[in-house]
């Protein structure tokens, strides 16, 4: 993920030339460049699960060292760029008085000397975006019989810092799963996202086939849009 790192001064308090040890003049500023970067997701991702990663990150950015402003101008011009609206996102770069030694937002500094690193994945898509599939013709997986399957309990920890125990089957499909932590929590399960190990779970995958163990706890990260859920599968073990 990226974030931002302080650089060198010198005595007059301009950026000194060749402080990263690129080579590159850092005080030299140079136009956006109209290229978006082409990069490779680990694994296909879906419109959504790139909108979650992306929502993740800049939450996180001004948490680093930096200024709120300079990363909501970054923020700003990424969007623009990335909408083809090239004058725009120039337009908030130079407003800012925001410098980029390469011409990309990939690396970038403010006035005073702040450097800030945007990740690729919120200036493009990845070569390998999927469509999300909704299934339209069967939207509906049917429940199992309640005889089937062991019951037990799915332990969540969501990103408000509130655990639960969500009773479930190992019969369940990852929809029987999304209803039930809907019944519990009032989210729909047709805006809930989730992932087991960075990787998404389609809707027709069942529990039994995750292999979660017993003392792992399942971490829920919830969005800020309205009613989506962001679910994976992490390794923290919980404390009894």
Known sequence: MGGCVG????????????????GVA??????LKREKPKWKSDYPMTDGQLRSKR???????????GRKEIWDALKAAAQAFESNDHEL???????????????ALTECYDELGNRYQLPVYCLAPPVNMIEEKSDPENPEVSEPPPSEGQECQL?????????????????????HMKRRLQAVEGVAAATQRWFFSGRPLTDKMRLEELKISRDYVVQGMLGKQKGRVCVSAGTDRLRD
């Open 26 to 31: 850092l005080g030299r500023n140079q136009a």
């Open 55 to 65: 929502d993740e990150f800049w939450d996180t950015a001004p948490a680093f060292e």
């Open 155 to 175: 332990r969540l920890r969501l990103s408000t810092g509130r655990d639960l125990r969500l009773a479930v089957r190992t019969t369940d499909t990852v929809q």
């Open 7 to 22: 650089s060198h001064h010198d005595s007059s308090g301009s950026l000194n030339e060749n402080s990263d040890g690129t």
């Open 89 to 103: 996102a120039q337009a908030i770069i130079d407003g800012a008085s925001i410098t980029l030694p390469h011409g």
